[in-house]
Structure formats: structure tokens, C-alpha cells
């Protein structure tokens, strides 16, 4: 799954992690469950979408060269 992540491009990746973060907590006001399913979605969601940034920003990174 890490490969398929990484093979993104480093746009296309944030783009679905920041909307990953964003939408999901607005799907989930409108679909009833229990607040521990919901709190268990949200932290599943949330480490995928974390995936997502991190592999742009190791890209941007990369692509930039700055070694500080």
C-alpha cells in the first residue's frame, strides 16, 4: 500500500489527504453510528491521510534538495 501511495504525484497526493481530513468528519454528522465506530473511522482515516501528506511533502522535499 506504502508503493501505491509513493507512485502519487506529490499534488495529487495531498489533495486526497487534505480532503480525506476534511470530508469525512462531514460524512460522518450524516450517518448514524456510534460515537466509538466513529472515533474508530476517524483514527483509521486519519493515519491514511497522514500517509498521503507525508509522502508529498518527503517528494516536495526531495525535489527541492534542501538538506538543513
Known amino acids: ?6 507512485e502519487l504525484p506529490e499534488k495529487a ?3 486526497i489527504g487534505l480532503s480525506m ?9 450524516f450517518i448514524p453510528v456510534d460515537k466509538w465506530m466513529t472515533i474508530a473511522i476517524q483514527g483509521i482515516v486519519g493515519f491514511i491521510s497522514i ?3 507525508l509522502s508529498a511533502a518527503d517528494k516536495r522535499h526531495a525535489r527541492t534538495g534542501s538538506d538543513k
Open 1 to 6: 500500500m506504502i508503493n501505491k501511495i509513493r
Open 13 to 15: 497526493a495531498f489533495t
Open 21 to 29: 481530513i476534511f470530508v469525512c468528519p462531514i460524512v460522518l454528522l
Open 51 to 53: 500517509l498521503f501528506i
